[in-house]
């Protein structure tokens, strides 16, 4: 009710600290850290990874097929001999690049639409908000793959498709957001001083809006390298040859039969680390910017 | 007043809490008395301690603080020496507390005569019927009109108003011998404040307990308090009786309270000079933390704590310049 | 001498569920230039939409908004918005108007730059003596909200609303949310700045003891209703209507040696949902007759510049 600016007061409410010391934080989650490994590993694969491996991947070489995981070929090789290791650094560029464009595509749109949406409230409101539950109704993986088979097996159809499924997501984030955000002072005063509707949505709310959306992206980026490569198992979007994890999984599902495990295990597992690494600095993020933790 | 000494006494409270790593030593050595029977003001702004102190009485402070010395003495008892247990029970039996926020010291679930009827059993044991029909009689008494059909309503029906008179109501419940009221009427509207301030004072005369009431409205202390301790971050300035506070104020801190409050019944003129607008409150001064905007601080006012001396009888002060000072909080 | 603010049997009315709520239920008031004029109620009474409907951050529902002349509630949006630069707010909580990710800059050079009031050179001049009448140092212009104290950023919200140099300030309870040492100073630095500009006030409060410090004319309101108005000193040491009687009798005064007869109410004001046909204070007034349940009296002049709505 009063201010002044105690060093401490209990009668003030605990604000959101935006600028915590950046390693004091990290300190305190050793999720955070973990995710954020897992992250530059994958980058450092996917940078200087074809530079380190000595193998091309997409040379055959059938005298040295299947063989399991030596010196020489730390993953092993495929059924064509192709040294998995080379076909899986070359594919983290693609599902990387798939993942990243997915998510800027959805955030940057659903970000828009979310904040229109909840500014302007009324009719316009409730025809995205059903529209949005209509997507949401639809499992994103489901969607990407109806989308895709009815666009064409591309890339870029594949990335359309699945960042279709979850701009929802972040429609519905920003909306939330802006609906509290829009009843403060400061976006009556941006009004007030003379700012048409847009400028006070977009260089005024926007901004401090954007926290949550952000979180979700992260995650997203892990959700995606999954989508991706699920379609791409089933064989939507990116076709063998090309060394997408996800088609590397497919190819090697046939060799488990006869035991040999590792032309489909290594991809699996790196895809499954990628996410997770996502997932991690996604969840950290969340903790550290809800409230209650920001609070001292 | 037939018992001897006081009621309440806070000696040398000490608490800390942490901030960026270290610990803030946020309450510094405050010692004050509440005599039986008597209506004490704590006056301060933000960030004084004065909720602070509250707390530490009513045991309800933070996880993160920590007493580093001193006692509180109710009725001759350490109350910071207590278990959990036996503070549950000294609260609500000799210490009863009243928010700021109303709404939030009810139970949003339960109905208010429900609320009032539980405080009466726990107090005396008394049958489920008998005392829902005290809980009835009580919020009637404390100006709840139509008390049996409003016993049955929720607190998110109520007005604030009429929630903190249903506290009040709770606490005539529980007779305690010492109420702390910490700024009871923040967020209602003045005529209602004058309403519940008049009901606190009938409660008062009834029960004949001591009042500790927080505020920052002088307004408040002037009509309503015998005695008035004043506090800056965390140390006491001064304590005296109601007149002497308005008529004589003699540390630079209450007169310059005193130069800055605003009048209803006469045009107030503004303030001349100092228009140095420092508010900054700072914990780490060893001395007297008054003295970054003190106009009549002294050198030795940053090293070393004042002791605290008496002007009259009654009448303490904790400055080391008070003599010195000729500063008044006349508005003229 | 003409108004610089006309408001005309101003109503609004909200929408709550199937309800309607008249917030705002006919209030007329004149500001004249260079005035500070106080309205001030308790919650409820309907004064800070009021406020708001004079500067069109809501909507009105009936009746008028003249500033200078000019119908405001007439205007397109485009067209309000140029006359903005003459309407301007101060709001009540320092914590909450200042965008927190705006550097103080940003925030205060945005109006010179809406309204082409300067930029580069000429805003940096203007930013600096915005800053400096408003007792804030020039250095601090680089800084963020929350690296300052709540007085300070109240003084940057006051820089806000002054450096177009509007003809007309709305202040929206500007000093509730600060100590009471500071309040004076932002009072006193409120008066100090009207002289110096000569922009009228619309001073928009609860507490009627920093109204009585600023204002020359108030109007007291009730259930979206102006119920008395007149000079502030008038009305302060005389008033007429039985709600304004009881309403300063029961702020308590700092002084001991004060002894006043206090008016209490009884019971509270009527839900907004249920508004009485006749005068809304009629369930709480000691005066009250049975006339005066029938119809909202009308304000009356009860001489030198003093009207009061009441029956009696």
């Known amino acids: 009710m009063t201010t002044g600016t105690a060093a401490y007061s209990i009668e003030a409410t605990a604000k959101a600290r935006r600028y915590s010391p950046f390693w004091h934080t990290l300190r305190a989650h050793p999720s955070m850290i973990a995710g954020l490994v897992l992250l530059f590993l994958v980058i450092f694969m996917m ?69 229109f949406s909840g500014y302007y409230g009324g009719k316009v409101d409730d025809v995205i908000m059903r529209i949005t539950d209509i997507v949401l109704a639809f499992p994103s ?88 490569s699920g379609l791409a198992f089933l064989g939507l979007g990116i076709r063998p040859p090309t060394p997408e994890w996800g088609v590397l999984v497919s190819e090697g599902a046939r060799d488990i039969i006869s035991l040999q495990w590792w032309t489909s295990f290594f991809p699996g597992a790196v895809i499954v680390l990628t996410a997770f690494g996502f997932n991690l600095i996604g969840d950290s993020l969340r903790d550290v910017t809800s409230p209650t933790e920001a609070e001292q | 007043m037939t018992q001897n000494g006081p009621l309440l006494s806070i000696r040398s409270l000490s608490v800390s809490f942490p901030r ?9 050595r405050v010692s004050f008395d509440v005599s039986h029977g008597e209506i004490v003001g704590l006056v301060g702004e933000s960030g004084s301690g004065k909720t602070l102190s509250s707390l530490a009485v009513t045991g309800f402070l933070p996880r993160s603080a920590r007493v580093e010395d001193g006692e509180v003495y109710l009725d001759g008892a350490n109350l910071l020496a207590l278990s959990p247990e036996e503070m549950t029970k000294v609260r609500g039996r000799k210490i009863a507390l009243i928010f700021q926020s109303v709404r939030s010291a009810l139970n949003p679930m339960m109905r208010v005569g429900d609320q009032v009827a539980r405080a009466i059993r726990i107090q005396k044991n008394a ?98 308090c015998q005695r008035v301790i004043v506090m800056y971050a965390g140390q006491i300035m001064e304590a005296a009786p109601v007149d002497l506070l308005f008529g004589a104020p003699t540390h630079p801190y209450t007169q310059m309270l005193l130069r800055s409050v605003l009048r209803v019944d006469r045009r107030v003129k503004p303030p001349e000079g100092v228009t140095a607008l420092r508010e900054e409150v700072t914990y780490a001064i060893q001395g007297c933390r008054f003295a970054p905007r003190c106009p009549a601080a002294l050198p030795v006012c940053w090293e070393q704590r004042p002791e605290p001396e008496d002007v009259t009888l009654g009448h303490a002060v904790i400055c080391h310049n008070w003599r010195g000072n000729h500063g008044t909080c006349h508005q003229d | 001498m003409e108004p610089v603010i006309r408001i005309e049997n101003l109503q609004k009315a909200f929408h709550e569920g199937r309800a309607l709520i008249w917030a705002v239920n006919g209030v007329s008031l004149d500001i004249y230039p260079g005035e500070a004029v106080g309205l001030v109620g308790e919650s409820g009474c309907g004064k800070t939409t009021t406020a708001r409907c004079l500067l069109r951050l809501l909507e009105p529902t009936k009746g008028r908004v003249l500033f200078q002349g000019t119908d405001l509630t007439a205007l397109k949006s485009r067209q309000m918005r140029t006359q903005r630069r003459h309407l301007q707010m101060v709001f009540q909580d320092p914590n909450s108007s200042l965008n927190p990710r705006f550097s103080i800059r940003r925030t205060l050079a945005e109006p010179l730059h809406l309204h082409g009031l300067g930029s580069g050179k000429t805003a940096q001049a203007r930013l600096e003596e915005t800053m400096t009448r408003v007792n804030l140092e020039p250095q601090m212009l680089g800084r963020y909200p929350h690296q300052l104290s709540g007085g300070q950023k109240q003084r940057v919200g006051i820089a806000r609303a002054i450096i177009t140099e509007p003809r007309f300030v709305a202040l929206d309870e500007p000093t509730s949310s600060l100590d009471m040492s500071i309040r004076i100073q932002v009072l006193s630095l409120l008066q100090r700045l009207q002289q110096q500009l000569g922009m009228a006030y619309l001073f928009i409060s609860h507490d009627l003891s920093a109204v009585r410090f600023l204002c020359s004319r108030i109007f007291v309101m009730y259930l979206g209703r102006v119920i008395e108005a007149g000079p502030a000193d008038e009305i302060f040491d005389h008033p007429t209507h039985p709600y304004t009687q009881a309403l300063l009798s029961a702020i308590p005064i700092p002084d001991p040696k004060t002894r006043r007869t206090r008016i209490l109410l009884e019971g509270e004001p009527p839900s907004l949902f249920n508004l009485p046909k006749g005068c809304g204070f009629y369930d709480r007034c000691r005066n009250r007759k049975p006339s005066c349940a029938l119809e909202p009296p009308a304000l009356r002049d009860a001489g030198g510049g003093h009207f009061v709505a009441c029956g009696e």
């Open chain 1, 47 to 115: 940078v200087a990874g074809p530079f380190l491996v000595p193998y091309k991947p997409l040379k055959t070489n059938p005298e040295i097929r299947l063989q399991p995981p030596s010196a020489t070929h730390p993953m092993g090789t495929d059924a064509f001999g192709r040294d998995i290791l080379a076909r899986v650094v070359h594919g983290a560029r693609l599902d990387l690049l798939i993942a990243f464009s997915v998510v800027a595509i959805a955030l940057g749109l659903g970000v828009l639409i979310g904040m």
């Open chain 1, 141 to 228: 993986f489901i969607l990407a793959l109806a989308i895709t088979a009815i666009l064409g097996n591309t890339i870029p159809n594949v990335i359309i498709a699945i960042a279709i499924a979850y701009i929802p997501y972040f429609v519905r984030l920003t909306r939330g957001e802006v609906l509290s955000a829009r009843e403060l002072d400061y976006a009556e005063a941006a009004r007030c001083v003379g700012n048409p509707s847009w400028r006070v949505m977009y260089l005024h709310l926007l901004p401090n809006c954007l926290t949550p959306a952000l979180v979700q992206a992260t995650l997203c980026l892990g959700w995606a390298i999954l989508d991706a």
């Open chain 2, 20 to 28: 960026r790593g270290q610990r803030v030593q946020i309450l510094d």
């Open chain 2, 127 to 224: 049958r489920p019927k008998e005392a829902h029909q005290e809980a009835i009689a009580l919020l009637s008494q404390v100006g709840i009109s139509d008390a049996a059909k409003r016993a049955r309503a929720y607190p998110h029906q109520l007005s604030g108003g009429m929630c903190q008179r249903v506290l009040v109501a709770m606490m005539l419940a529980c007779r305690p011998s010492l109420l702390i009221a910490d700024e009871p009427t923040t967020g209602l509207d003045v005529t209602i404040q004058a309403q519940i301030f008049e009901l606190i004072r009938d409660v008062q005369r009834e029960t004949g307990a001591s009042i500790l009431l927080i505020t920052h409205d002088l307004g408040v202390v002037a009509e309503t």
